[in-house]
């Protein structure tokens, strides 16, 4: 609770001070399950901080997956979802078609990878993808027939930033606020097998994945590299 507590205060001091607020539609953070689940425990409900949509385990998939676990002091002291080689899924049904597809978004997602291809995938709920494709990994980004590059940094806290701009029919990939590559695009009306939003991302036979989840953010629009550095470097203050 009180570090909960702490970071709403960080938050709410910024924007009293005068600090320009950027204030993801979406927010999810490890920090709001530490009164709800305990140490070691699966997490089967992940809420952004405003509850409007949940993160949950997946039910009949063709594979059986677990919840991943919540650890309360695991990344520099401070709470995060860990995925550990079993298979363990989470997802929002339908949240892809419905929040990215044909839209502009960003998405932001604050983690540690052990394998170099931790992400998030946009489509079936096993994790795996169908075309047109939507992969948020650690080392790359594809976006229907797009694929771009990112940097595959393992076991250290990573924040990647993904943005499909409608108006310009660009897609960027961002580490640590840092631009890595950008190419025109077409946009994607749809992602197909449910258009879910799914963590981690798994292409068989090469699942499961291991990695650390601390922080997610959606925004749907495009946002400026400015407001993507601004967020990574704040972001990463606050899971030192």
Same mark, same amino acid.
Request: glycine share 8%; aromatic share 10%.
């Given at each position: ?10 938050? %709410? *001091?910024?924007?009293? %001070?005068?600090?320009?607020?950027? !204030? ?19 997490? /089967? ?5 405003? /509850? +409007?949509? &949940? ?11 677990? !919840? ?41 997602? !604050?983690?540690?990878? +052990? ?5 998030? *995938? ?14 948020? +990994? ?31 029919? /660009?897609? *960027? ?11 025109? %695009? ?35 629009? &495009? ?8 967020? *990574?470097?704040?972001?990463? &203050?606050?899971?030192?």
């Amino acid at each position: 609770m009180k570090k909960v507590l702490l970071f709403a205060a960080a938050l %709410c *001091s910024a924007f009293v %001070c005068g600090a320009e607020e950027i !204030a993801p539609d979406y927010h999810f953070t490890a920090e709001t399950l530490l009164d709800v689940v305990d140490d070691g425990a699966g997490v /089967k409900e992940w809420y952004d901080t405003k /509850k +409007q949509v &949940a993160f949950v385990v997946p039910q009949g998939t063709k594979r059986p997956v677990e !919840a991943p676990i919540f650890k309360e002091r695991i990344l520099s002291g401070n709470p995060a979802i860990v995925f550990d080689g079993t298979i363990r899924t989470l997802y929002i049904p339908g949240f892809a078609n419905k929040v990215m597809a044909g839209k502009s978004y960003t998405f932001i997602y !604050a983690g540690v990878s +052990q394998t170099g291809f931790f992400g998030f *995938s946009g489509n079936n709920p096993d994790g795996s993808v169908t075309a047109p494709k939507l992969e948020m +990994q650690c080392g790359r980004f594809s976006y229907g027939t797009k694929d771009l590059k990112n940097i595959s940094s393992v076991n250290l806290l990573r924040v990647n930033a993904y943005v499909v701009n409608t108006e310009t029919k /660009k897609a *960027s990939v961002y580490y640590n606020g840092k631009l890595m590559s950008e190419e025109s %695009c077409e946009v994607v009306a749809s992602f197909g097998g449910g258009g879910n939003l799914v963590i981690p991302f798994m292409p068989w036979p090469h699942a499961p994945r291991k990695g650390m989840l601390v922080e997610v953010m959606v925004f749907k629009k &495009a946002l400026a590299p400015a407001d993507i550095k601004k967020l *990574s470097d704040e972001i990463r &203050a606050r899971n030192r």
